[in-house]
């Protein structure tokens, strides 16, 4: 038996964005309206560190007819959309082997439901991966991520509808056909879990449109439509093209137990297995059978069609991904134990042990290498960390330069332990760093939540030049790339 000592050679490091934070042009060559543009920039003061607001019916119409005051920064981006021949020549200078992207679906069916795609739309993609091909970067490509077309939002309420299937469906194979030889790596939906969190983040839907249901009932409908969606584009991808990886993805939220109490730790597995249910689905093609019992004891129904179980079973995906920023704690007697704040944590507990980020996220580089290891024996398939980075503010100095040593410090220790993982038989197949190029945070909509290895000049407030500059960052990770990961 051999034992890996270090990253496998063709390992694909790089960095990931999301079209809706970095493309901007939300209006230009025809893109229609999506989601994510929707969603306005509420101040600190206004919302607290995290999440900004639900968006409701009510406001998205008002909003349409002119009648709110808000500023909508996705809409914005980092302005990707006319500069990525800059990004991308920054990308491959430091080495990339490959980079994340998502695919703007109202790019291409600006109402979803169009019966021809843009050609605009997907001239402007094709532009980006012959980029890419040029500096021999690998596209890894999100078909989804936060990017549902209003249209289908505001007519068939987005994923709650059973109609979006085919919709996406026709909208993948475009994709398939078109990029057949110059995407490989596809992934159907961004952090697909996040549909239990913010149904409207995850898939579109306004729940105020459905008050006889919870948010629960309705969140867990629509994400069955989307594993049904995300298995028949698996199976299409691969009648396209053989060689073709298709990844489901997951935002890993590895709970412990706050202390050893066998209470605790039936909680802390809980949490567990409701965040990877939904890797399950995807992996093994059916329902675990704890969910099973959940939704009975919850009063979940759903509504499924004949041969759906069928079609999860039939094609289950090539790889698992996944975004880690963080862990978390539980406590089954929570009120002895002080809160964090941090995003999608609502249910955690503080973990004396950890530092926390500026957002309240706790920053945990050993959870990855004990996430990784977990779902490697649960699952056996190739895993891929797609997402990890840490959002900080950075200060430019007098003379430009950035010295983001925390940055440093934070993705150094999670590859360290990432490391580690492989070395001890976890089949990784890269690592791509969330916003290798600043823009503009998911939950909070702030440019000064900062990931990037490029600083990118712009304010909250949409102010700046928008001029790119190299952090310290930049000529770290050019070189933990060109070691394989052995100089970090
Ligand atoms: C993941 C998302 O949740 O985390 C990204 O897939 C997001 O879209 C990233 O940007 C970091 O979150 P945030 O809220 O700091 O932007």
New binding site residues.
């Given amino acids: 038996t051999t034992v890996q000592t270090g990253f496998p050679k063709n390992f694909l490091w790089g960095g990931?964005t999301?079209a809706n934070?970095v493309e901007g042009a939300y209006n230009v060559g025809g893109k229609g309206l999506t989601t994510a543009d929707m969603v306005p920039f509420v101040p600190k003061e206004k919302r607290g560190l995290?999440f900004a607001i639900d968006v409701t019916s009510d406001y998205i119409e008002k909003a349409l007819n002119g009648e709110v005051d808000d500023r909508y920064p996705k809409r914005d981006g980092v302005d990707f959309y006319h500069r990525y021949e800059e990004d991308i020549a920054l990308f491959a200078e430091m080495g990339f082997k490959a980079f994340r992207l998502s695919i703007n679906w109202a790019r291409i069916f600006p109402n979803g439901d169009d019966a021809a795609p843009s050609l605009e739309g997907l001239e402007f993609y094709d532009r980006v991966f012959n980029e890419l091909e040029k500096y021999g970067i690998e596209p890894i490509v999100t078909l989804s991520?936060?990017e549902t077309p209003l249209a289908l939002t505001r007519k068939y309420n987005g994923w709650y509808s059973r109609e979006l299937i085919p919709l996406f469906v026709k909208y993948a194979e475009t994709l398939f056909n078109r990029y057949r030889d110059q995407v490989t790596y596809w992934i159907t939906f961004?952090?697909i879990n996040?549909m239990g969190h913010s149904p409207y983040t995850g898939g579109g839907v306004l729940v105020d449109k459905l008050p006889n249901q919870t948010k629960e009932q309705i969140a867990y409908q629509a994400l069955h439509h989307q594993f049904v969606a995300s298995a028949l584009v698996t199976k299409l991808a691969h009648e396209i093209n053989p060689d073709a990886k298709v990844g489901c993805?997951l935002?890993r939220g590895q709970t412990y137990p706050v202390t050893n109490n066998p209470e605790d730790v039936l909680l802390a597995q809980h949490y567990n297995d409701l965040n990877l249910f939904h890797t399950d689905v995807h992996v093994h093609g059916e329902y675990p059978s704890f969910m099973n019992r959940y939704f009975a004891e919850n009063n979940i129904v759903i509504q499924k069609e004949i041969g759906d179980d069928e079609i999860l079973k039939q094609y289950p995906v090539d790889y698992v991904s996944l975004?880690y920023?963080m862990s978390k704690s539980v406590a089954s007697n929570s009120e002895d134990y002080e809160q964090v704040s941090g995003?999608?944590t609502t249910y955690a507990v503080k973990n004396k042990y950890l530092d926390t980020s500026d957002?309240g996220w706790q920053i945990d580089p050993k959870g990855l290498r004990i996430t990784l290891r977990d779902m490697y024996n649960r699952y056996r398939k190739p895993l891929f960390v797609v997402?990890n980075?840490l959002?900080a503010y950075d200060t430019v100095e007098e003379d430009g330069s950035i010295h983001d040593t925390y940055r440093i410090d934070y993705l150094k220790k999670h590859i360290e332990q990432m490391k580690e993982a492989v070395k001890e038989g976890v089949d990784l197949i890269g690592y791509t760093a969330?916003?290798p190029i600043d823009?503009?945070?998911?939950?909070?909509s702030e440019m000064s939540?900062r990931?990037g290895f490029i600083y990118v000049d712009q304010d909250d407030e949409g102010n700046g030049t928008l001029n790119r500059f190299k952090k310290d960052s930049f000529e770290w990770y050019k070189q933990v790339i060109a070691t394989n990961g052995e100089e970090l």
Avoid: V
Avoid at 439 to 444: D, H, N, R, W
């Fill in positions: 990931a999301a934070q995290n991520h936060y961004n952090e996040m993805m935002a975004s920023y995003n999608l957002w997402e980075g959002g969330w916003g823009l503009i945070s998911m939950s909070t939540k990931y």
